[in-house]
């Protein structure tokens, strides 16, 4: 018998319906626990996350000078300036753009502190790219992209020879913060709550080897059942009337 136990522990099997119906019989613990999650995810979020703003300048990229005259662009023109995209984003991030842009703020920041809250990136495979700037301040970010926009043509030009970029839009105060999402913390929380909870009882449903049915006398000991011994309830005699 021993031995038929050891064998059963040793290998693991899960019947999703019981489990199933663990689940469902405690769905009050899921519910709180999800709700509960939930809850110190968003307070979290509201309480201890600092609101970030971001604004972005949109600039336009061309393989030929500014003051050059050309009557159309030739598909070669404009593949030459999407290729130049990346280079020129890396050149916004380098010290030589970005301490002028230091320089001119007066805001007492350094060229790598802006360089950590700058991001540019291509738009959609054209020779279009944006550059944005994302800080606690919305009028912050936007003075400083707006800076960048100002900066960046210039040192361009005399970085890159025949070449010259082009500011399409300037950034705006943004109105809205960029992070963090209230919705989407919720929505995790939520569902890591439900994921602890069921877990919790997933283990506790696999450690419990308490034999409750028939059934589970012929899944851990492979024997027929001969025989049952029926659970008796004694009744309570009833009281005596009075006389």
Do not use: C
Request: proline share 4%; net charge negative; aromatic share 8%.
């Amino acid at each position: 018998m021993k031995e038929n136990m050891n064998e059963v522990r040793d290998t693991v099997e899960i019947d999703l319906w019981k489990l199933l119906m663990v689940y469902l019989s405690r769905w009050k613990l899921i519910a709180v626990s999800t709700i509960l999650v939930a809850a110190l995810a968003l307070g979290y979020t509201a309480l201890l996350v600092t609101p970030l703003y971001r604004a972005d300048v949109m600039i336009y990229v061309n393989n030929i000078t500014s003051e050059a005259q050309v009557d159309y662009i030739s598909a070669s023109n404009l593949a030459t300036s999407q290729q130049l995209v990346n280079t020129y984003t890396n050149i916004i991030r380098s010290d030589t753009v970005l301490e002028e842009v230091a320089k001119r703020l007066d805001m007492g920041y350094t060229a790598k502190e802006i360089r950590s809250i700058l991001t540019a990136a291509q738009v959609d495979e054209t020779e279009i790219f944006e550059v944005f700037i994302t800080h606690p301040d919305p009028v912050v970010a936007a003075e400083i992209a707006n800076t960048v926009a100002d900066v960046a043509p210039e040192k361009i030009a005399e970085i890159v020879e025949g070449s010259s970029t082009k500011i399409i839009d300037y950034a705006k105060i943004p109105e809205n913060r960029h992070t963090p999402s209230y919705k989407k913390n919720l929505l995790v929380g939520a569902l890591l709550g439900m994921v602890m909870a069921l877990g919790y009882l997933t283990l506790t449903y696999l450690l419990d080897v308490r034999i409750r049915d028939d059934e589970d006398l012929i899944e851990y000991f492979d024997r027929p059942i001969l025989g049952q011994i029926p659970a008796f309830r004694v009744k309570e005699a009833a009281p005596a009337a009075k006389s």
